[in-house]
Nanobody, 124 residues
Framework: QVQLVESGGGLAQPGGSLRLSCAAS????????MAWFRQVPGKEREFVAA??????LYADSVRGRFSISRETAKNTVYLQMNSLNLEDTANYFC???????????????????WGQGTQVTVSS
């Protein structure tokens, strides 16, 4: 069955860095758009970054600080997070989609598969 397993979350100081990983199984990794979303309690899950075949998309709030990458040989997608700030504190979710239309990537409803999430806390 399809599984997305996130790891790499934890505690970081403002200005620090973390790298999240998401290991995928149960589907053909290269035929899916992979993305990261995040959610804080009481708020909707929001788009962070996505990686299609050759294109990447970032939310305005993370562009220039976060970088998404994927390693097909390992069926893994990464999110390198630099210059973290307090507003980056959230539960981060990995997601996979059939849709390679970039206009759909910021909508969480476009993603069929989800991981359980990994908590990122930025605090001094």
């Amino acid at each position: 069955q399809v599984q997305l397993v996130e790891s790499g979350g934890g505690l970081a100081q403002p200005g620090g860095s973390l790298r999240l990983s998401c290991a995928a199984s149960g589907f053909t990794f290269s035929e899916r758009v992979m993305a990261w979303f995040r959610q804080v309690p009481g708020k909707e899950r929001e788009f962070v970054a996505a990686y299609g075949r050759d294109s990447k998309l970032y939310a305005d709030s993370v562009r220039g600080r976060f970088s998404i990458s994927r390693e097909t040989a390992k069926n893994t997608v990464y999110l390198q997070m630099n210059s973290l700030n307090l507003e980056d504190t959230a539960n981060y979710f990995c997601a996979a989609s059939f849709s390679f239309f970039e206009t759909t990537w910021q909508d969480r409803r476009s993603f069929q598969y989800w991981g359980q999430g990994t908590q990122v806390t930025v605090s001094s």
